[in-house]
């Protein structure tokens, strides 16, 4: 399974933008989806996840109240709502797939990285 993460841009600080994660095929919906970032001479760090169902959600710290995380299980799709975007949000973000129903903060615990879309916060 091939995941495609899309809607980065360029964004003034305090802007929002929606990333989207979006599978090659109908993805499984019984697994966890994440989102992930890499910021230059950075190591990749978790920001966001959701459940195979949508029920349980879970962010980093310091995106929690700014960003959202949904999943539209009829298509596959999940979505990442940043809203608020602070310059150090500025990474390539990525998203994943995990080995379990419910996702977790942890790298390894997931598989079918996707390509990563670029954002970039001015302030």
């Known amino acids: 399974v091939q995941l495609q993460a899309s809607g980065g841009g360029l964004v003034q600080a305090g802007g929002s933008l929606r990333l989207s994660c979006a599978s090659s095929k109908r993805t499984s919906t019984n697994n966890a989806v994440g989102w992930f970032r890499q910021a230059p001479g950075k190591e990749r760090e978790f920001v966001a996840t959701i459940s195979w169902n949508g029920g349980i959600t879970s962010f980093e710290d310091s995106v929690k109240g700014r960003f959202s995380i949904s999943r539209d299980r009829a298509t596959g799709t999940v979505y990442l709502q940043m809203n608020s975007l602070k310059p150090e949000d500025t990474a390539v973000y990525y998203c994943?797939?995990?080995?379990?129903?419910?996702?977790?903060?942890?790298?390894?615990?997931?598989?079918?990285w996707g390509q990563g879309t670029q954002v970039t916060v001015s302030s």
């Open positions: 994943a797939k995990s080995r379990s129903a419910v996702g977790s903060t942890r790298p390894d615990t997931y598989n079918s």
